[in-house]
C-alpha cells in the first residue's frame, strides 16, 4: 500500500472517528451512485458496514437496482456528508463482492428480523401491497421459525476499491477546503483542488 493511500485511509479513519464521536445521526450513512445499463446513474443511500485498506463494505440483495447495476458496471461513488461538522468525503472506485466467508461473518450479526426480511423482500420489484410484503415476511418467520436463519446466496456485500479518495471541509465564503488523493498510472497523487 503507498504511503499516499495510508495516508487516505487514517485520514477517513480519523474524520469517521469524529462524526460518531460529536454524536452525528447515523455516521454510515452514505449516498452510493451506480449506472445502468443505459449510463442512467441512480443514487441512494445504504450504510457503510466496514472499510480498511481494500475499500469500503456495504451490503445488499445482489437482485436489487443497484446490485444489477454494479453486476453490469462495476464503477461506482460515494458520498458521505457529516452535517453537523460541515464535512464531506467523495470515495470513487470499482465495487467487487465480498468473498461468502466475510458476507456469512456479517449476515450472522444482523437481528434476526432483518434477516427474515431479507429472504422476504424482492428488493427494488414492483409490490402491489405492504400486505404482500407482510406475507412474505411471516411465511420465512415460519420456515425458519427453528432454525438458523441461512444467508441467502443472492445477499452479499460489496467492497469499493477506491481510486480517488476526497476531503472536503466547509469554510466561510463558500471558499471550502477540498483535498484529493487519486490513482493515475499505477501511483497515488495528492493535490488541493480549488473549491
Known amino acids: 500500500m ?28 452514505v449516498t452510493l451512485a ?3 445499463v443505459n449510463g442512467q446513474p441512480a443514487a441512494r443511500t445504504v450504510l457503510l458496514k466496514h472499510f480498511d485498506e481494500r475499500g469500503f463494505v ?52 444482523r437481528p434476526r428480523l432483518s434477516q427474515i426480511g431479507a429472504w422476504a423482500s424482492k428488493q427494488s420489484s414492483l409490490l402491489d401491497a405492504r400486505e404482500t410484503m407482510e406475507r412474505r415476511l411471516a411465511d420465512f418467520g ?10 441467502p446466496s443472492h445477499w452479499t456485500g460489496y467492497r469499493i476499491k477506491p481510486a480517488m479518495i476526497e476531503f472536503w471541509q466547509s469554510r466561510p465564503g463558500r471558499l471550502h477546503e ?3 488523493y487519486w490513482l493515475e498510472e499505477g501511483s497515488w497523487r495528492k493535490s488541493l483542488i480549488y473549491p
Not at 495510508?6 to 462524526?19: G, M
Not at 443497484?66 to 461506482?76: N, Q, S, V
Open 34 to 36: 451506480t449506472v445502468d
Open 2 to 29: 503507498s504511503n499516499l493511500y495510508a495516508e487516505a485511509v487514517k485520514r477517513f479513519q480519523d474524520w469517521f472517528a469524529v462524526a460518531r464521536e460529536q454524536g452525528v445521526n447515523e455516521p454510515t450513512a
Open 58 to 109: 456495504f451490503y445488499t440483495n445482489t437482485h436489487s437496482r443497484k446490485g444489477r447495476h454494479l453486476d453490469h458496471d462495476p464503477k461506482a461513488a460515494l458520498c458521505f456528508f457529516w452535517q453537523p461538522l460541515m464535512r464531506q468525503v467523495l470515495v470513487q472506485g470499482e465495487a467487487r463482492r465480498v468473498p461468502d466467508n466475510e458476507a456469512d461473518a456479517y449476515w450472522a450479526t
Open 178 to 180: 477540498r483535498e484529493r
Open 142 to 151: 415460519e420456515q425458519y421459525a427453528d432454525e438458523t436463519v441461512p444467508r
